[in-house]
């Protein structure tokens, strides 16, 4: 329990339109209602960096007690970032980090270990000369650096394995789909894509289908989220060979932000851990988290219960109050 009596906290989440963010913010939202005392507003930003700068200075003249956000690109949002510091409220940054270290503190995966562990599994099947594509997320927000250092870090000491090509993508199927098609045309079906997350992995088997290179081409994803669209799916599917699992970290955000809050000891880098999905552990990986999502609905469904409860006792203690001054 929080020691304080009332805390806001003011998210500022880089967009909303994928599963992903959703599922950050639903694990937010329940980890938050556990609280009474505790409101927490969302905002989404829209993958517009000028609407984020403008939410977190709201948050600001608004004295929350904490902000947390998840910058869409790092440069940008980092001067913003600071001047929260400055005004003495603290910042979480998840996800996404801003360029400097001035925040107080990061809870997120290490992208650099998501790229080292996408290049392992390419590693660890190269017997002759193999052929590579990266896609990368969107340039200047960290997971796509930091996937990208951490794949080459391990890749670059193989001269066997040659890079067909990098696609610069933004983190939606969309934005990679022409550069995609157009380059396979070129190099015929190569031996592996690394795409930095699930929805352009997804995208990039689409277009090896249509180009006829679908079971010829072994695609690499990262998120791994459970659901009939996830990450997990296409690996039970057989549509990508394995996904990197980046969990989204929302209750640990909400965790981190009131230990801030009840001022203790809190590490600058709050990792969370990451794993390979492959067809070898997809069904557990599913079962595990199947579970867990279960547990979360029936909290979800007992705070529901209780704060109908409470208004139930509240209406009829207003009505008791009417009755005796009458
Ligand atoms: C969601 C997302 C994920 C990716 C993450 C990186 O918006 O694109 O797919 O792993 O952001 O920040």
Request: charged share 20%; hydrophobic share 40%; net charge negative.
């Amino acid at each position: 329990q929080t020691e304080k009596e009332e805390v806001r906290i003011g998210f500022s989440q880089a967009m909303l339109n994928d599963e992903w963010r959703q599922s950050m913010n639903n694990a937010m939202e329940v980890q938050a209602s556990l609280y009474s005392n505790v409101t927490l507003s969302i905002s989404n930003a829209n993958y517009n960096v000028q609407q984020q700068i403008a939410q977190l200075k709201e948050f600001i003249s608004d004295t929350v007690d904490i902000i947390i956000v998840s910058p869409i690109q790092s440069k940008p949002i980092t001067p913003i970032v600071e001047e929260a510091m400055n005004a003495g409220i603290p910042v979480l940054v998840v996800d996404r980090k801003t360029d400097n270290q001035k925040y107080t503190a990061y809870v997120g995966a290490d992208n650099i270990e998501v790229g080292r562990n996408a290049a392992k599994i390419i590693v660890s099947n190269v017997q002759d000369s193999l052929r590579v594509i990266e896609i990368r997320g969107l340039a200047g927000s960290s997971p796509a650096d930091e996937r990208s250092l951490g794949f080459h870090q391990i890749l670059d000491k193989f001269p066997k394995i040659k890079f067909a090509g990098t696609i610069e993508g933004d983190w939606e199927k969309e934005s990679i789909t022409e550069s995609l098609r157009e380059l396979l045309s070129r190099t015929g079906p190569v031996d592996y894509i690394f795409a930095h997350n699930d929805r352009m992995a997804k995208g990039a088997w689409e277009i090896a289908r249509n180009l006829g290179m679908e079971g010829q081409i072994k695609i690499i994803g990262v998120d791994g989220l459970n659901g009939p669209n996830g990450g997990i799916q296409l690996v039970k599917d057989g549509v990508l060979n394995a996904t990197i699992l980046y969990p989204t970290g929302g209750a640990e955000a909400i965790k981190i932000a009131l230990k801030i809050l009840n001022a203790e000891v809190v590490p600058t880098n709050n990792i969370l851990s990451t794993t390979v999905i492959d067809q070898f552990n997809a069904d557990i990986m599913q079962n595990q988290f199947s579970k867990i999502n279960e547990q979360q609905g029936l909290i979800e469904s007992q705070i529901s219960a209780i704060k109908r409860q409470e208004q139930l006792y509240y209406s009829q203690n207003n009505i008791l109050k009417i009755i005796i001054i009458f």
